[in-house]
């Protein structure tokens, strides 16, 4: 990754505002390279990795997840929410606990 050093840095705010700009190119880059890799690109195809990781910053969230029947529960949801995308319920399938099974993006961490 590129770096600016002080003793060889940019005498004017603009020449540093382009160096700058170029860093941060350069970090964006390899960013977009780091998603291309499939270890990461994995993830991407699942977008609930990403939603989880926003609530695992909650520690409420992970405090319920210590509990078991509130991972059994969350497990659940995402389940009912990959076999019917959109929310929508398959018609007539007998499964009525499930038809009435609530999206997982209703997870919230508790305030």
């Keep these: 990754?590129?770096?600016?050093s002080a003793a060889s840095g940019p005498s004017t705010s603009g020449e540093a505002h382009d160096a700058f700009m170029k860093v941060r190119f350069e970090v964006e880059l390899e960013f977009l390279q780091c998603l291309a890799n499939p270890v990461y690109a994995r993830f991407v195809v699942y977008p609930h990795a990403l939603a989880f990781l926003d609530l695992l910053q909650h520690k409420s969230f992970r405090d319920e997840m210590?509990?078991?029947d509130e991972a059994t529960r969350v497990h659940e949801l995402q389940y009912h929410h990959w076999r019917w995308p959109n929310h929508e319920t398959a018609a007539g399938d007998g499964d009525a606990e499930a038809?009435?099974?609530?999206?997982?993006d209703t997870l919230q961490p508790a305030t």
């Design 1 to 4: 990754m590129a770096e600016i």
């Design 99 to 104: 038809d009435a099974a609530e999206p997982v």
């Design 66 to 68: 210590k509990r078991i």
